[in-house]
């Protein structure tokens, strides 16, 4: 008897096994995932630059946006534990009134910091956790004028499913640290610096015109004149990514303006397109999206230069495709639009701008993460009259000081608003 109460003791347990093994396996890993932690926040600075650093226990993907009425600084984040010591003060301090923080539901979450007044947003990033230091989430705010809230608010680009909310792509995380531990700090001298890159060079003669006129040299030639016009006035520093005729590759170029901290990257092209009709000059701004395709084209043409010099941009160049391509900072964008608004101003009264003066592609040199960068498109080579404008010193002179005013009216102005 015990020996049968033994044996159909045996059976159900087998039985029961072999109906356990036949389930589906319990989703362990995923119910039991740790989720990413604010473990601490910071705020320090004055009333013209304030930083707030929120303590992380891994790297996030993140959105980072300014709001008015009133005014605020919006981080939208994946689902976070918010794990801040509610005893921590968070007095106002500089540009911040105070900060709010929590959970929105279907996986995401949110941090509101309030301002004194209209913010742009100068640096965001996030940096990966090193040596004891925990992951960090750092936004660098820098006070300004109505005027250029409004003009940075409206450049601003509509996520999906933020509502009336605005905000532009950040980088992935932990991108910012291949560059850098931190991004560049201001210049000791407090003096802005321009970094002017005239493109191709070398055995890159970039296009040539109908009457040989080769690009390489008249935007060499456009580039010195820029600087002269620059240093005439005395109030910036110029640098020039070449001031002779050779080859830089893209990489090199941004690496130029990024390690010398610049604070405005200019790119100078005279392109080529199909007939004669097509003239005048564009300012290019840099986009994922490229604004037409015309600007598409463009882009895919100026990004294959390097292919020239045998260095390829494509896979298996992590140090460029993580750096100058997903690197691509909401700030340095809102600047650059700002300025090319500036430029086309003072271009149009000395020269002739193609029907669509801005425009917007994915140059991979206007792709430095912290540097305000546009490709000023002197004109095309392919028209015979823009060729002769090309090459004629008196127009580069005119042309080389409408630009220089408009450094002037862009640094003067963003001076002003955040004194």
Request: no cysteine; glycine share 6%; proline share 5%.
């Amino acid at each position: 008897m015990r020996r049968n109460m033994q044996s159909r003791n045996w059976f159900s347990f087998v039985l029961t096994l072999l109906a356990l093994l036949a389930l589906e396996p319990l989703p362990i890993s995923s119910a039991n995932a740790e989720v990413t932690a604010v473990v601490a926040a910071r705020i320090n600075g004055n009333a013209s630059r304030t930083r707030f650093v929120a303590d992380l226990t891994g790297v996030v993907d993140y959105r980072v946006y300014v709001m008015p009425d009133p005014f605020r600084v919006i981080v939208d984040l994946p689902a976070l534990d918010f794990r801040l010591d509610e005893a921590d003060t968070r007095a106002a301090m500089g540009l911040v009134q105070d900060y709010r923080y929590g959970p929105l539901g279907d996986g995401k979450s949110r941090i509101v910091i309030d301002t004194a007044g209209p913010v742009l947003v100068a640096k965001s990033f996030v940096l990966e956790p090193r040596d004891g230091q925990p992951a960090r989430l750092v936004i660098d705010m820098v006070k300004t004028g109505h005027s250029a809230f409004k003009t940075a608010y409206e450049a601003q680009e509509n996520p999906e499913g933020t509502g009336d909310a605005v905000a532009l792509p950040q980088p992935k995380p932990g991108a910012e640290s291949l560059a850098a531990a931190e991004p560049p700090s201001a210049r000791k001298d407090g003096r802005r610096l321009v970094v002017i890159d005239p493109g191709h060079g070398g055995m890159d003669p970039g296009a040539i015109g109908t009457r040989k006129t080769r690009e390489k040299d008249v935007v060499l030639a456009f580039g010195l004149a820029l600087k002269a016009e620059i240093q005439a006035v005395g109030k910036y520093d110029v640098i020039m990514t070449r001031d002779d005729d050779r080859l830089l590759s893209l990489k090199e170029r941004v690496h130029i303006a990024r390690k010398n901290e610049a604070d405005l990257f200019i790119a100078i092209h005279a392109d080529t397109v199909r007939g004669q009709s097509a003239r005048g000059a564009t300012l290019y701004t840099v986009s994922d999206k490229a604004s037409d395709a015309e600007a598409e084209a463009l882009a895919e043409k100026e990004n294959r230069s390097d292919l020239i010099a045998g260095v390829d941009v494509g896979e298996g160049k992590p140090e460029i495709t993580d750096i100058l391509i997903d690197l691509v900072q909401r700030e340095s964008k809102t600047h650059s639009i700002f300025f090319a608004r500036k430029a086309a101003a003072e271009l149009k009264p000395v020269t002739l701008m193609t029907g669509k003066p801005i425009r917007s592609a994915g140059f991979v040199v206007l792709k430095a993460p912290d540097v305000p960068s546009v490709l000023l498109e002197l004109g095309y080579l392919s028209s015979r009259s823009d060729e002769e404008l090309l090459a004629n010193a008196s127009w580069q002179k005119r042309v080389a000081a409408a630009m220089n005013a408009a450094i002037n009216r862009y640094f003067s102005t963003e001076i002003a608003q955040t004194q």
